[in-house]
């Protein structure tokens, strides 16, 4: 019986990436669909954060990046000034998990910020990305400047406000509870036999 794990996630959060890693390994050991959800942190025009500012280096040295060593994963504080936006990146999600490509979609953004340093609020950026994990360029580049998945993303935010309640990221749902935050390996696996029992 495979269980759904729904989760909640922001491009520019670096516990999202790290998160993925958590729900990357529990779904090799278990049989799990994982389904990632939408949600901005800071939706435009609200401003988003900068990296020359205080807040991002002083939770990234004192939370992020110990986080990311006991993981063994390889992450760096992006560079972008000021954050980008990640509505563009969502409507090309929306378009990967149309062709099939979800989860190689959200591996590749993830990856671009925190490893490459590429700014994936660019439109010329996510198309490269989309190239590169084999959807079709034009049509995707095309259905962003249309922004064709545009309602799709916005029902998408409107369901994780008002069904789910969320607030933060990443937040994961299994069956009947919900997990803010960091997940722990020997949680997510404690829910998923919850899960299963019910």
């Not at 660019?122 to 084999?134: N, R």
Request: with cysteine.
């Amino acid at each position: 019986m495979s269980i759904k794990i729904e989760v909640y996630l922001d491009y520019v959060c670096p516990y999202c990436f790290l998160a993925k890693q958590t729900l990357d390994e529990v779904a090799k050991e278990q049989e799990v669909e994982i389904e990632w959800m939408p949600f901005e942190l800071r939706p435009y025009p609200t401003p988003t954060l900068k990296p020359e500012d205080d807040y991002l280096p002083r939770v990234w040295q004192q939370s992020v990046y110990p986080l990311a060593e006991a993981m063994e994963i390889s992450i760096q504080l992006p560079s972008i000034s000021p954050q980008p936006y990640t509505h563009l990146a969502f409507e090309g999600y929306q378009f990967a998990k149309a062709h099939g490509k979800a989860e190689a979609y959200n591996n590749k953004v993830l990856k671009a910020f925190f490893q490459e340093d590429r700014d994936i609020g660019e439109l010329e950026v996510l198309v490269q990305l989309a190239e590169e994990i084999g959807l079709p360029k034009q049509e995707f580049k095309q259905a962003l400047i249309e922004r064709r998945y545009k309602a799709i993303h916005q029902q998408a935010l409107k369901h994780a406000c008002e069904s789910v309640g969320v607030t933060s990221v990443p937040t994961l749902v299994i069956g009947e509870q919900i997990f803010p935050g960091m997940p722990r390996k020997e949680n997510l696996q404690q829910a998923i036999e919850v899960a299963k029992a019910n």
